[in-house]
């Protein structure tokens, strides 16, 4: 079996799929490892450590693409590269699926195998292969340094010589992976910290940590498919903004973490609530890739509104190349254990549910009935 690591080709991604500790892991394994000539060369992994450690630096891209088993990928993969792809190769990567739907039909097309690791299951067996929650704990690290470098104010309380200095207030929508990290961090510099989430069952977590649980009681399932927050109605939606806008006035950085796989983000912030907020607070905007759970993000810009700073950031994994590749890369390590038998053959077990939830595509079909629903939405819109 070959596995190719391949070069990330956008301008704004730095990782790199497998690194070199983990891949010297599956070259003892009996795995033969390539990677393209410098695709760790942005999160600080050269050519000359991967070849330490057993894996093979291929300079010719085509040849690469062309005879792996196997091509390990981030994300944002692009239509064009698909023709790069060898018929029935296998393709592991962050897809997109549900927003992109027509990559999927043309690795379809291509007679690709490709799994998306956006659709691993969210089970206690599959948390070692979750790289949608390795990744947003790095994104909710980083957020909170964000708003602490961007605010024009301390974060810990200070008992100086010139007198006390309060602790900043923080606010944190949605207390899922990202969330509970920024909950945490923010703690840890030594913030006031509240959080609201629509799925009071995360109440405790948010208070073990620390911070005060915003409690907006609604009347509608708020839970989706996979433990992820459920898109809610209008009605909930303005009721949820009305509770939360007497919290956002009184913060000094608000963050936002709300989003629906496949939609659009979720308003939790509107222009009027930011008017309303201290001249010098700052709203860090991790949905902004999605349009953002403030109105008045614009994605991968600052803004400065009302005397408010909006920072709408985009890929932050990115912006922290070396941890971001390393457990990213375990993630795929552990999926590749259920691919693989001892011998190091190559083996898809479609009756094991994380092969099952996370193949998107096989044998020229779309597997996955969300990809279809949401290609078909698509297609009529």
């Given at each position: 079996?070959?596995?190719?690591?391949?070069?990330?080709?956008?301008?704004?991604?730095?990782?790199?799929?497998?690194?070199?500790?983990?891949?010297?892991?599956?070259?003892?394994?009996?795995?033969?490892?390539?990677?393209?000539?410098?695709?760790?060369?942005?999160?600080?992994?050269?050519?000359?450590?991967?070849?330490?450690?057993?894996?093979?630096?291929?300079?010719?891209?085509?040849?690469?693409?062309?005879?792996?088993?196997?091509?390990?990928?981030?994300?944002?993969?692009?239509?064009?590269?698909?023709?790069?792809?060898?018929?029935?190769?296998?393709?592991?990567?962050?897809?997109?699926?549900?927003?992109?739907?027509?990559?999927?039909?043309?690795?379809?097309?291509?007679?690709?195998?490709?799994?998306?690791?956006?659709?691993?299951?969210?089970?206690?067996?599959?948390?070692?292969?979750?790289?949608?929650?390795?990744?947003?704990?790095?994104?909710?690290?980083?957020?909170?340094?964000?708003?602490?470098?961007?605010?024009?104010?301390?974060?810990?309380?200070?008992?100086?010589?010139?007198?006390?200095?309060?602790?900043?207030?923080?606010?944190?929508?949605?207390?899922?992976?990202?969330?509970?990290?920024a909950i945490a961090t923010a703690r840890r510099l030594g913030a006031v910290v509240e959080a609201f989430d629509i799925r009071p069952e995360?109440?405790?977590?948010?208070?073990?940590?620390?911070?005060?649980?915003?409690?907006?009681?609604?009347?509608?399932?708020?839970?989706?498919?996979?433990?992820?927050?459920?898109?809610?109605?209008e009605k909930a939606k303005q009721h949820t903004r009305e509770v939360l806008?007497?919290?956002?006035?009184?913060?000094?950085?608000?963050?936002?973490?709300?989003?629906?796989?496949?939609?659009?983000?979720?308003?939790?912030?509107?222009?009027?609530?930011?008017?309303?907020?201290?001249?010098?607070?700052?709203?860090?905007?991790?949905?902004?890739?999605?349009?953002?759970?403030?109105?008045?993000?614009?994605?991968?810009?600052?803004?400065?509104?009302?005397?408010?700073?909006?920072?709408?950031?985009?890929?932050?994994?990115?912006?922290?190349?070396?941890?971001?590749?390393?457990?990213?890369?375990?993630?795929?390590?552990?999926?590749?254990?259920?691919?693989?038998?001892?011998?190091?053959?190559?083996?898809?077990?479609?009756?094991?549910?994380?092969?099952?939830?996370?193949?998107?595509?096989?044998?020229?079909?779309?597997?996955?009935?969300?990809?279809?629903?949401?290609?078909?939405?698509?297609?009529?819109?």
């Amino acid at each position: 079996m070959k596995i190719a690591i391949a070069k990330e080709i956008q301008v704004d991604e730095r990782r790199v799929a497998l690194v070199p500790e983990v891949a010297a892991k599956l070259v003892k394994q009996g795995i033969e490892v390539w990677v393209e000539a410098g695709a760790g060369e942005r999160a600080f992994f050269s050519d000359a450590t991967y070849e330490e450690v057993g894996v093979k630096v291929i300079g010719d891209t085509a040849t690469l693409w062309r005879d792996a088993d196997i091509v390990l990928k981030v994300g944002n993969f692009e239509e064009s590269e698909v023709d790069k792809l060898r018929e029935g190769s296998i393709l592991i990567a962050f897809l997109n699926p549900l927003g992109d739907p027509g990559l999927v039909q043309k690795l379809s097309e291509r007679k690709v195998t490709a799994f998306s690791m956006e659709m691993i299951p969210r089970t206690s067996r599959a948390q070692s292969m979750d790289a949608l929650s390795s990744q947003a704990n790095l994104a909710g690290y980083k957020s909170v340094l964000i708003a602490a470098a961007t605010l024009p104010k301390y974060f810990p309380m200070l008992t100086t010589a010139a007198g006390t200095i309060r602790p900043a207030k923080v606010l944190v929508m949605g207390a899922g992976v990202a969330g509970l990290q920024a909950i945490a961090t923010a703690r840890r510099l030594g913030a006031v910290v509240e959080a609201f989430d629509i799925r009071p069952e995360v109440k405790e977590q948010v208070q073990s940590l620390g911070a005060k649980f915003v409690d907006v009681t609604l009347e509608e399932d708020t839970v989706a498919e996979g433990g992820y927050a459920k898109e809610l109605s209008e009605k909930a939606k303005q009721h949820t903004r009305e509770v939360l806008t007497a919290h956002v006035a009184a913060s000094d950085v608000v963050i936002t973490t709300a989003q629906v796989p496949g939609r659009k983000a979720p308003i939790l912030v509107t222009e009027e609530m930011v008017t309303q907020m201290k001249p010098g607070a700052v709203v860090v905007d991790l949905a902004a890739s999605q349009g953002g759970n403030c109105e008045c993000t614009e994605a991968g810009k600052d803004v400065l509104k009302h005397g408010v700073t909006i920072v709408g950031p985009i890929n932050l994994p990115s912006s922290m190349p070396v941890h971001a590749s390393e457990v990213y890369a375990k993630n795929l390590s552990a999926l590749l254990k259920l691919m693989a038998t001892t011998e190091g053959e190559l083996t898809l077990n479609f009756e094991d549910d994380i092969i099952d939830g996370a193949c998107v595509t096989h044998n020229g079909e779309i597997r996955s009935q969300r990809v279809k629903d949401a290609l078909g939405v698509a297609v009529t819109q």
